[in-house]
T-cell receptor, first 113, second 113 residues
Framework: KNQVEQSPQSLIILEGKNCTLQCNYTVSPFSNLRWYKQDTGRGPVSLTIMTFSENTKSNGRYTATLDADTKQSSLHITASQLSDSASYICVVSPGSNDYKLSFGAGTTVTVRA | KAGVTQTPRYLIKTRGQQVTLSCSPISGHRSVSWYQQTPGQGLQFLFEYFSETQRNKGNFPGRFSGRQFSNSRSEMNVSTLELGDSALYLC????????????FGPGTRLTVL
């Protein structure tokens, strides 16, 4: 069973609207959680990295939240643009010296004009 | 600073052949990880190299192998290709362990016919 579950699997939103993506994880211990954006045919690009002590982190119109107690994270996209159409992947690192990152399957976001 | 580069970007092979993919990490990064990405499975960890040594390995058959050179460049080899090996192969480099931010290359799209 995957230790990182993302929802929804895909969503379609209109340009200018907001959306929220969810990531639930069971990885333990936990070192940090990352959100990546991956455009079609490209490698993932890091959006945010949060340690267990951080509750929120922003990168432009992207805001990630983390609740280490409930093991949930969300990525909020504000005022979506067509360029936000991509796959968003949640990645959890179990420890500072453990290289077995756990990847979510991703949420595919399609922004329409 | 140049990003992670991967060559070739696209490759078409037939079943039974072998293939070698190359990855050049960001200058100064000593860790290189390889991933296989397919639409149904998402990102799957292959292996990670640090200072020319394989430090961690995923659950892939022995047909998948890799190595790292003294300049931190890495190659992965897949022998006796199968149709199911068709995927986007990504490499990522990081300065130290995976707890640090990973920077992904654009990937090599391998198609096995």
């Amino acid at each position: 069973k995957n230790q990182v579950e993302q929802s929804p699997q895909s969503l379609i939103i209109l340009e200018g609207k907001n959306c929220t993506l969810q990531c639930n994880y069971t990885v333990s211990p936990f070192s940090n959680l990352r959100w990546y954006k991956q455009d079609t045919g490209r490698g993932p690009v890091s959006l945010t990295i949060m340690t267990f002590s951080e509750n929120t982190k922003s990168n432009g119109r992207y805001t990630a939240t983390l609740d280490a107690d409930t093991k949930q994270s969300s990525l909020h996209i504000t005022a979506s643009q067509l360029s936000d159409s991509a796959s968003y992947i949640c990645v959890v690192s179990p420890g500072s010296n453990d290289y077995k990152l756990s990847f979510g399957a991703g949420t595919t976001v399609t922004v329409r004009a | 600073k140049a990003g992670v580069t991967q060559t070739p970007r696209y490759l078409i092979k037939t079943r039974g052949q072998q293939v070698t993919l190359s990855c050049s990490p960001i200058s100064g990064h000593r860790s290189v990880s390889w991933y296989q990405q397919t639409p149904g499975q998402g990102l799957q960890f292959l292996f990670e190299y640090f200072s020319e040594t394989q430090r961690n390995k995923g659950n892939f058959p022995g047909r998948f192998s890799g190595r790292q050179f003294s300049n931190s460049r890495s190659e992965m080899n897949v022998s006796t290709l199968e149709l199911g090996d068709s995927a986007l192969y990504l490499c990522a480099s990081t300065h130290g362990g995976s707890a640090n931010e990973q920077f992904f290359g654009p990937g090599t799209r391998l198609t096995v016919l």
